[in-house]
């Protein structure tokens, strides 16, 4: 199958700092998502992006559809408590949201 | 607006049984995809379904199935349980291929134990 590398595999950083991960693929995607999951719930979708070179911002979360739409990056500013947990790339060759492919997760520990 | 649920949360099967997973897709969502989820990996797509038939799968084996009902909501079915099999089964409801995809919405999944 497929195989979105995503990296970190995990950070600690202190309360406020900014984050920033990233997933690549050898794959060209025409959709990508950035998803967060706490232990023991399923995964929460944090943006979605549809175009490449798209910057999609959802309050302290800016995410980006790269221009060679193999990649994606997500960034996390002024981090708090709850920003914790493991977030997950995905993407998808269709554009009407079937077969995703998953990244192995960034894990997020956040320092108070 | 409901979200996705799905039953059982907890699920404990011996090997070479048989399991049934169900799921409601969240108002207003006809489709429905299902997702193994390895601990400590990322989701792996099974199928999707909408207007109750199979539209995609991926890299699993005969022994899974699925149905989709008239309501939108979806079995997944696993025949002959491998120790391999133990996972978190994730559900995710979404517009189908008519209308714009604004992402999945997951379940909060249910944790399949085969021993």
């Known amino acids: 199958g497929q195989q979105l590398n995503q990296s970190p595999q995990s950070m600690f950083i202190q309360e406020g700092e900014d984050v920033s991960m990233n997933c690549t693929s050898s794959?060209?995607?025409?959709?990508w998502l950035w998803y967060k999951q706490d232990p023991g719930e399923g995964p929460v979708l944090l943006i979605a992006l549809y175009k490449a070179g798209e910057l999609t911002s959802n309050g302290r979360l800016t995410a980006q559809f790269g221009i060679t739409r193999k990649d994606s990056f997500l960034n996390i500013s002024a981090s708090i408590p709850s920003d914790v947990g493991i977030y997950f790339c995905a993407a998808s060759f269709s554009n009407t949201g079937n077969q995703f492919y998953f990244g192995t997760g960034t894990s997020l520990t956040v320092i108070p | 607006e409901t979200g996705v649920t799905q039953s059982p949360t907890h699920l404990i099967k011996t090997r070479g049984q048989q399991v049934t997973l169900r799921c409601s897709s969240q108002s207003g969502h006809n489709t429905v995809s299902w997702y193994q989820q390895a601990l400590g990996q990322g989701p792996q797509f099974i199928f999707q379904?909408?207007?109750?038939?199979?539209?995609g799968r991926g890299n699993f084996p005969p022994r899974f199935s699925g149905l989709q009902f008239p309501n939108y909501s979806s079995e997944l079915n696993v025949n002959a349980l491998e120790l391999d099999d133990s996972a978190l089964y994730l559900c995710?409801?979404?517009?189908?291929?008519?209308?714009?995809?604004?992402?999945?919405?997951f379940g909060s999944g249910t944790r399949l134990t085969v021993v």
């Open positions: 794959s060209i995607f025409n959709t």
């Open positions: 995710a409801s979404s517009l189908g291929p008519e209308g714009r995809f604004y992402g999945y919405t």
């Open positions: 379904y909408y207007r109750e038939e199979e539209n």
